[in-house]
């Protein structure tokens, strides 16, 4: 099993999913007043098929439920993600 992560890059407004240390995907966001608004995400080519995509959102709704943080899935794969895992409602705003 690789070794899997997401961290916040703010500089690039973005959660990156590393896999073994190499950036795989990303989560784009932009700041809202009392919210994170995810826009876009996307897995790298080389990284696709693994179900990266979905570990991606869960990691990255993980880390901005610990940090407290409200969350906009505009990005259709985040919205899908969240409706399809009503665990995250306390933290989705519409």
Same mark, same amino acid.
């Given at each position: 099993?690789?070794?899997?992560? #997401?961290?916040? !890059?703010?500089?690039?407004?973005? =959660? &990156? *999913? *590393?896999?073994?240390?190499?950036? +795989?995907?990303? +989560?784009?966001?932009?700041?809202?007043?009392? +919210?994170? #608004?995810?826009?876009?995400?996307? @897995?790298?080519?080389? =990284?696709?098929?693994?179900?990266?995509? !979905?570990?991606? +959102?869960?990691?990255? *709704?993980? *880390?901005?439920?610990?940090?407290?943080? /409200?969350?906009?899935? #505009?990005?259709? =794969? =985040?919205? /899908?993600?969240? @409706? &399809?895992?009503?665990?995250?409602?306390?933290?989705? @705003?519409?």
């Amino acid at each position: 099993m690789s070794d899997i992560e #997401v961290r916040d !890059n703010p500089a690039q407004h973005r =959660f &990156e *999913l *590393l896999v073994d240390g190499s950036v +795989a995907g990303l +989560a784009a966001y932009r700041l809202r007043e009392g +919210a994170i #608004v995810i826009t876009h995400s996307e @897995v790298n080519r080389e =990284f696709r098929g693994q179900g990266l995509g !979905n570990e991606l +959102a869960q990691r990255t *709704l993980e *880390l901005l439920r610990s940090r407290g943080d /409200k969350v906009v899935p #505009v990005c259709p =794969f =985040f919205a /899908k993600y969240v @409706v &399809e895992h009503p665990t995250y409602d306390d933290i989705i @705003v519409a």
